[in-house]
């Protein structure tokens, strides 16, 4: 394993170990639940937004390491950030996890969310790292949460 890999296998470990914003948001004004059936992840999301700015954000539930170190790494990488910032980081993630991701783009710009890059080598854990993120996306379209399935998360390819 490279020193890089290590970094990264330590940075998803922390947040699996120590969630942030892990809670219930009493103030949340919209929220979505995601649930992947084949495994088991359950994941609910909590937004504070006003004036388009997701003024506080938190999740609960249970998960693999993968999940839950995901979920609460994108609360730390959404929180202040306006609807349309949070949106495009979601595109952002979803394509370095699925693999998608044009030639030119720039992994050091997705920060601490690089740790995530390598889940597309493994098709099973796509589902676990970008359940939070479906379900973030539900919360803020406030839309009914997703249930991942065998559709949702597909390289481009398949």
Known sequence: MNPLDDLYQEVILDHQRNPRNFARLPAANRQAEGTN????????VYLDVADGVIRNISFEGEGCAI?????SMMTAAVKGK???EASETFKQFHQMVTGGQDPCFDLEAMGKLAAFSGVSAFPVRVKCASLAWHTLNAAMNETAGPVVDSEIDKKPSE
């Open 82 to 84: 306006t609807l349309t």
């Open 67 to 71: 999940a839950k170190a995901s979920a």
């Open 37 to 44: 059936p084949l495994c088991g992840d359950h994941v609910t």
